[in-house]
């Protein structure tokens, strides 16, 4: 071969191998002009009674040769703290409106069914006090779902009673008794689980009628909450898709809050949506390409729309957004891993997801002025989860590395960002190519998050922060070879985070974002 064209070769080969060259976009945010702020609510999470996300995710008993402090697994803790996860609703899910308290306290625990999720038996062993006790360890508060569908007010007005009484009652001497002197604080009350389905099947006037019961009896009793310090707010069933069966019953609550008595009253209205594109769902956890990768973003993105329908009927009715639309179930909803036991709702957690869970974060802190507390299911083992175990092993999925990304954004000032978003094409699909949001944490940093949804090419943004010189920037970004790329026991770090390419010139931010991947950075000023 001539020398001529072995360079002509190498040339053609460097090319083929290379990746592509990034397009520059320029982004612009707008430090002059704070937004709402976004609520480190909307970073909650969601443990039911479901498969393996109680046992053996969160509780191991203190008997356990896994290390554990009074039962919780230490892992699992410690993981979650690095979260700063500011609520964990708990016990449910369809499993809260067949959930009786009583039967998780004291020396002796029943041991009932779970039909809705397996069939299997519930040992409640992890009850109130145990959940009490990892939310201390994992330093979040308690968002307590009461049983509307099989329950009675009464039952759920003692269950608030032992929990939050200092005063000397029956329920607080027996609540002592089983350990626990001091009343706890329960900062969020939801007053039944989907109740247009799984929770009873009810009407929206049926379900409004408990609403208006539950909210009057169901007390909270802390002195610290009375009635100056941070009251319990309590969250309304609300809808559960687009439809005019979820427009009816978003209505109907509202016009109702909006003419109520002083008898009762709510913080929040409830909304639920699962990415899961088809019922049931059928797309893969793993194992799929490009494609399927599309179109499970598309859906995602959906998000949005949907937020907006129900955000502009609580504007008929509650124009100064005094009521916070609380989206306490999202996330993927893919069909089950392959030799699971389909009830326990086990599936694998890919880059795909990451990108999928920044988006719709994204979609939150842009609806900041309505949406104040939102809850990803579920926290560990089970569908969009951030920790995965397996006896002893545990490792942290990719949607994990997002949320602790992420957590300079709770409680920071949404900024106004402008920039081309692009698109991205993959067979009939079409999306935005970018997506960015920006914000000021309590200590005057501003932040950027930024995912490129494109599978195949970098992209370049050029960013100007109006009325602000920017002098340095550091931050990580979340990428991997593969849209379906996993972490395993084995290989816990295919999808980990690394430092982002990125720097400063003449007081402007440049950042590179790889193929599929999720940035975000600090600016310093």
Known sequence: MTLARYVAVAAISAALVAPAAADTVALSVDVSRPGAKIDRNLFGQF???LGHGI???VWLGPASPIPNTR????????ALRALKVPNVRWPGGCFADEYHWRKGIGPRR????????GGVTEENAFGTHEFMDFL?????EAYVSVNVGSGTPQEAAEWLEYMTTAQPTTLAAERAANGQQAPWKVAYLGIGNESWDCGGNMTPEYYL????VYSRFVRDFNPAQQPDGQRMLKIAVGPGGDGPRWTEWTETIMKAWQGRSWSWDMDGLSMHSYTVVKWPPAYKSTGFGETEYAEILKSTLDMDRLIGIHSAIMDKYDPQKKIALVVDEWGAWYAPL???TPGFLAQQNSLRDAILAALNLDIFARHADRVRMANIAQMVNVLQAMILTDREKMVLTPTYHVFRMYVPFQDATFLPVTFDRGTYTQGDVTLPRVDAIAARDTAGKVWLALTNVDAGRPVTLDVTLAGVTAKGVTGETLSAPRVDSVNTFEAKDTVAP????ASVQGGKVSLTLPPRSVTVVSVAQ
């Open 47 to 49: 443990a039911e009674h």
């Open 55 to 57: 046992y053996e995710g």
């Open 71 to 78: 039962g919780i697994r230490n892992d699992v803790v410690a």
């Open 110 to 117: 029943a041991v009932t069914l779970n039909p809705n999720w």
């Open 136 to 140: 201390g360890q994992i330093g979040s």
């Open 209 to 212: 009628s408990q609403l208006k």
């Open 338 to 340: 392959p030799g699971s």
């Open 498 to 501: 690394k430092p982002a390419v």
